[in-house]
């Protein structure tokens, strides 16, 4: 039996919607990481789920209960279902000890000798057991993340989400937060994180939610969502691509357009001149000098792509016509040209459209 089960979710917002149309279940033991490019809803989602939002429409189902249910007691549910947010949420006149135990001894009804007990412990699992009676402004914002999330633990809930919790860090304090999420996860906590953190999603996830397009426009393993994403939104942003297309509708197409719009590309995202006058060749014999002179090959389609991910570029070419390959079918000249820029290439053809692509060699 799933732990959540979100059908239908909807959120809406005097000018937009970020949660369109939400389904999906989470089972116990899930590390779910959801990721996808910013305004996307992925907070509103997680928010939605432990009703700090209220949904628009649609229905969150926990451990058995409709929590969207306006009879629901969301107190209740709220101590199985932690938080740890951005931005901490400490409470600035409590010492460290102090706001591990304040739930744990108001609404679990510990006492204050359990409370400090078990506190202790955690803070000791999260490496803060010295700062036990510093104040938060005294803590890095590492360590005041990490309190945070010793104090959603404390509650001992059936699960946690976890709301960008390295985003308001120093770059130098992110992985010692990361460090105790991923304890967290080998110990079977059920978590849902959104982060921008890839590696840590890579790693630590059982399953990818990547959000786009008002819901979660494509889930699957870690291997399947960073080795293979199957839809194109997946796949630009896990490789963090930049793409300049351009489409030639006759032999007299604006060239000067082109290589213009090709130098800035390549100034706007740091390629070196010798990627760019590669790029530059490769257009000039593949499309130029092959392509645009033969028969009902239009409209010709050019797609120069980089990836910020790992550094690499490619130039890819749809055209139309018959079969043709300006490697193997091609003028000699071109075809040695092209060769010596690219580490690789393909043809395909496919129900009368040809696809040629290169992938241009390191500029290293």
Do not use: W
């Amino acid at each position: 039996m799933s732990m959540i089960k979100v059908e239908h979710l909807r959120k809406e917002y005097p000018n937009v919607i970020p949660l369109k149309d939400v389904n999906c279940e989470i089972n116990k033991g899930d590390v779910i990481s959801i990721i996808g490019p910013s305004g996307t809803g992925k907070s509103t989602f997680l928010r939605c789920l432990n009703q700090l939002e209220k949904p628009t429409s649609g229905t969150v189902t926990f451990d058995g209960e409709v929590i969207t249910d306006p009879k629901c007691k969301m107190e209740k549910v709220r101590q199985k279902m932690g938080m740890v947010f951005q931005s901490f949420n400490l409470f600035a006149n409590l010492t460290i000890i102090e706001n591990v135990t304040n739930a744990p001894i108001k609404l679990l009804g510990k006492s204050k000798e359990e409370a400090y007990k078990e506190g202790m412990e955690l803070l000791k699992r999260v490496g803060l057991a010295e700062k036990a009676n510093n104040f938060p402004d005294e803590l890095s914002g590492g360590q005041k993340q990490r309190v945070a999330i010793a104090r959603a633990i404390a509650m001992k809930p059936d699960m946690i989400l976890f709301d960008e919790p390295t985003s308001a860090l120093d770059p130098t304090m992110v992985g010692e937060v990361l460090q105790v999420i991923r304890a967290l996860a080998k110990d079977g906590m059920t978590m849902m994180i959104v982060t921008h953190e890839m590696k840590f999603a890579r790693d630590v996830s059982t399953r990818i939610f990547y959000m786009d397009e008002g819901g979660i426009y494509e889930e699957g393993t870690p291997e399947e969502i960073f080795g293979s994403p199957k839809k194109e939104k997946t796949r630009i942003f896990i490789k963090r691509l930049k793409q300049l297309p351009f489409t030639i509708e006759s032999a007299d197409f604006d060239y000067i357009s082109y290589i213009s719009q090709l130098e800035t590309f390549g100034k706007d995202n740091a390629l070196s001149d010798k990627t760019v006058r590669a790029l530059h060749l490769l257009f000039e014999e593949v499309v130029k000098q092959e392509l645009s002179s033969r028969e009902n090959t239009f409209p010709i389609n050019v797609v120069t792509e980089y990836s910020e991910a790992d550094g690499s570029t490619s130039f890819e070419v749809t055209y139309g016509g018959e079969d043709f390959d300006p490697i193997k079918n091609g003028n000699d000249i071109s075809a040695a040209i092209v060769k010596n820029a690219s580490s690789g290439y393909e043809h395909t053809y496919q129900d009368g459209l040809n696809k040629f692509k290169s992938i241009l060699r390191s500029s290293e």
